[in-house]
């Protein structure tokens, strides 16, 4: 009786967590620690485990719930996930330093993206775009 109460209230708890709403915030966080962790790495074992941890963040945020600007959020989660897995593929092939070039257009890709979804400034709200 007591195991079937446990594996109910197990079950109830993983439901429970599975309609929880993401914490983008939170997530983008740890997204941007796992990408410097990335490129401060010194050997292919610390590399590969901070952009696997990377990647996964990112299929993670793809859940996310956008409130504007979804298809080209997810279009820009996209295209940081295949630079990722490209860096990570040069990694292995040809060493960590061949891996900096993808590593680099991450971030440019984060900046351009990140652009989607600040807020307008004053001369945005006074004049329109």
Same mark, same amino acid.
């Given at each position: 009786?007591?195991?079937?109460? =446990?594996?109910?209230?197990? @079950?109830? #708890?993983?439901?429970?967590?599975? $309609?929880?709403?993401?914490? *983008?915030?939170?997530?983008? %966080?740890?997204?941007?620690?796992?990408?410097?962790?990335? =490129?401060?790495?010194?050997? @292919?074992? #610390?590399?590969?485990?901070?952009? $696997?941890?990377?990647?996964? *963040?990112?299929?993670?945020? %793809?859940?996310?719930?956008?409130?504007?600007?979804?298809?080209?959020?997810?279009?820009? @989660?996209?295209?940081?996930?295949?630079?990722?897995?490209?860096?990570?593929? *040069?990694?292995?092939?040809?060493?960590?330093?061949?891996?900096?070039?993808?590593?680099?257009?991450?971030?440019?890709?984060?900046?351009?993206?990140?652009?989607?979804?600040?807020?307008?400034?004053?001369?945005?709200?006074?004049?329109?775009?």
């Amino acid at each position: 009786m007591k195991t079937l109460f =446990v594996c109910f209230l197990t @079950l109830f #708890s993983l439901s429970s967590m599975a $309609d929880a709403p993401l914490d *983008l915030e939170a997530n983008m %966080k740890n997204m941007g620690l796992a990408y410097k962790n990335s =490129v401060r790495a010194i050997d @292919l074992d #610390s590399f590969n485990t901070a952009i $696997d941890e990377f990647i996964h *963040l990112l299929e993670k945020a %793809k859940k996310a719930d956008f409130k504007q600007h979804e298809s080209e959020s997810l279009e820009g @989660l996209d295209k940081v996930i295949q630079q990722a897995k490209s860096a990570k593929q *040069l990694a292995e092939v040809q060493g960590l330093e061949a891996a900096k070039a993808p590593l680099k257009s991450i971030d440019q890709l984060r900046k351009k993206y990140h652009e989607l979804h600040e807020p307008p400034g004053f001369w945005e709200l006074l004049f329109g775009k």
